[in-house]
């Protein structure tokens, strides 16, 4: 376990160093507090032992800095001092110190004092480790029903509009053999006007001004065009009800074979929109790969959520790239942006649940965590590359066969 | 199909949209039936011959898939077509693995694919009745040679009878 220690006094300094490496610690040392927060910034110590007087910096200050800043795991601070009233372990208790050990120190005192301190953070950690999984298991339970409610609308919606649209698209085909027969019959009728003006010159002069008023060459030349283009579109209607049908599939709550790129090609439909309105430029490189097995639903969901990231964090005329390839048993799938990117310190927590850089009621933070989960439940990983103001790259592997569970 | 009549079908749906829809397409080349639920379609199955019956899955009251059940005790000969939306596969497997469908169709339905579909039922069923006819001449030829015939032969002849009888 590494120790950080901030001690001015050079002997002092020296005989805690060869105390805590004969015992097993990873040991660094600052001469004062300042060198010593320099130290604490550019590394991870659990246990930091520091003197309480020191120029610069003193002990005091420097558990306060240490505790003024957010670390994802516990930091231990004991102070050493020759001042053990009570009025002393108030203020260092205060700034946030959570021992005392009293100069001149004790070689044993201090080797029991430091195993008390790994204890605390052992508990520290598996207490964080816990709430983390609570956290999780709130959020996949959030997650859950989401997709339930999502699911059922979107299986309600293709049932009632598939109706809608299997009678319309019927109507057009009967339309288009009937008038176009009609059409045939009204010309066999043109054929004989010249007769028919002859015989009875009102009639036809009367038919005359009405194929002039509905503008018959017109209808004839473009009644098949106009069918055909309304067929068109209920074909589009029909393929984003099936779309809508392919993303929500929680029917088949089991896993089964799943094409990554044909679940890529739907779900780029469901953003297509979003994608047009900020004119973002997609390209995809897709290479054949072969079934994995996965839940279509989650599956789907993470790529939507990795998409509507990657077209959130460009801005208006970015470039989104989604490839795919097959590699050693693993699926793998990257999505690159070219937009804002994500903040260093903010890249290890992107995972967490709730975690957003969005403002309040815009997202709630659980997007990637979900997406996290799904690729973790399929034995998989999501890893990302960021650069900000260059852009990111999030990459998901998974499994082709899943792992067998005992 | 010249000369010969026009197939029957029978079709069912819920909704009056569809099967006037369907009425229109098919009207020329199909004698047609329409009936709004199972009950009313097993009371047409009940009245007269029907070759083909295409219904929809997804009904109030009785679904495609009973309606298909009961069809069979009434009119054994119909050959039947199954109108699926998409989370109707459940309903369809079961049909085909009780072996009540000939085919079924997507909804929304390609009305093309819908009349070859049509057309094939109706050559199905036209194939099962011919053959129907040729088992019920070949019975009845071999009862008047039974009849005819000496002793010996009637052994064979009855056999013979007793498995057109099994297979009629």
Same mark, same amino acid.
């Given at each position: ?49 520091? +003197?309480? $007087?020191?120029?610069?910096? @003193?002990?005091? &200050? =420097?558990?306060? /800095?240490? #505790?003024?800043? %957010? *670390? ?26 959570? +021992?005392? $050990?009293?100069?001149?120190? @004790?070689?044993? &005192? =201090?080797?029991? /004092?430091? #195993?008390?301190? %790994? *204890? ?287 | ?168």
């Amino acid at each position: 376990m590494k120790v950080l220690i901030a001690e001015d006094d050079p002997v002092s300094r020296r005989l805690l160093q060869s105390y805590l490496a004969k015992w097993g610690y990873d040991v660094a040392a600052g001469a004062d507090g300042a060198e010593a927060w320099r130290l604490f910034e550019q590394d991870e110590f659990p246990i930091v032992i520091s +003197d309480w $007087i020191m120029p610069e910096m @003193d002990g005091l &200050e =420097l558990v306060r /800095r240490i #505790r003024s800043v %957010e *670390r994802p795991f516990y930091v231990y601070t004991m102070l050493l001092t020759a001042r053990s009233q009570k009025e002393y372990v108030v203020a260092g208790m205060e700034a946030g110190a959570d +021992d005392f $050990i009293t100069k001149p120190f @004790d070689r044993d &005192e =201090l080797r029991v /004092r430091l #195993r008390e301190g %790994e *204890r605390i953070i052992r508990l520290e950690r598996s207490l964080a480790e816990q709430n983390r999984t609570l956290r999780e298991t709130q959020a996949a339970l959030v997650q859950s029903e989401k997709l339930a409610g999502l699911g059922h609308l979107a299986a309600g919606m293709a049932h009632e509009i598939n109706n809608p649209i299997a009678y319309v698209t019927n109507n057009i085909a009967v339309l288009r053999r009937d008038m176009l027969a009609v059409m045939q019959l009204i010309c066999k009728y043109q054929a004989s006007r010249k007769l028919l003006a002859r015989l009875a010159p009102e009639p036809a002069a009367e038919l005359d001004r009405m194929e002039q008023e509905i503008d018959l060459p017109f209808v004839q030349a473009n009644l098949a065009r106009l069918l055909d283009k309304s067929v068109e579109g209920l074909q589009r209607v029909r393929d984003i009800v099936r779309d809508l049908r392919d993303f929500a599939k929680l029917d088949e709550a089991e896993f089964k074979d799943l094409d990554l790129n044909s679940a890529v090609h739907s779900t780029l439909e469901m953003v297509r929109h979003e994608m047009t309105c900020k004119e973002i430029h997609i390209s995809t490189d897709l290479e054949p790969l072969p079934p994995l097995e996965g839940h279509p639903g989650k599956i789907n969901q993470v790529l939507l959520n990795l998409l509507s990231n990657a077209v959130q964090a460009c801005s208006v005329g970015g470039h989104v790239a989604v490839r795919t390839r097959a590699e050693g048993g693993q699926a793998v799938l990257e999505i690159e942006d070219d937009g804002s990117g994500i903040a260093p310190e903010q890249l290890p927590r992107i995972f967490e649940p709730f975690f957003t850089t969005r403002s309040v009621g815009q997202g709630k933070g659980l997007g990637l965590a979900i997406s996290y989960g799904i690729v973790r439940d399929h034995g998989g990983s999501i890893e990302v590359d960021s650069q900000l103001g260059r852009g990111s790259t999030f990459r998901v592997r998974l499994p082709l066969q899943l792992p067998r569970s005992d | 199909m010249s000369g010969s009549p026009k197939p029957s079908v029978l079709l069912v749906d819920d909704e009056p949209d569809i099967l006037f829809s369907l009425h229109a397409l098919l009207r020329r080349e199909f004698d047609l039936v329409t009936a709004e639920s199972g009950r009313a379609a097993l009371d047409s199955l009940a009245e007269r011959p029907t070759h083909v019956l295409l219904t929809d899955q997804r009904m109030p009251g009785m679904t495609g898939a009973e309606l298909l059940a009961q069809s069979r005790r009434i009119s054994p000969e119909t050959v039947s077509i199954m109108f699926t939306g998409y989370a109707d596969l459940k309903a369809v497997i079961e049909a085909v693995n009780h072996g009540q469908i000939f085919r079924y169709i997507t909804k929304p339905w390609d009305p093309d694919d819908l009349l070859a579909v049509l057309w094939e039922a109706a050559a199905h069923y036209e194939q099962k009745a011919e053959r129907k006819r040729l088992l019920a001449d070949a019975r009845q030829f071999v009862a008047q040679s039974v009849a005819a015939n000496g002793q010996e032969q009637n052994s064979q002849g009855r056999e013979l009878l007793a498995r057109l009888d099994r297979a009629l």
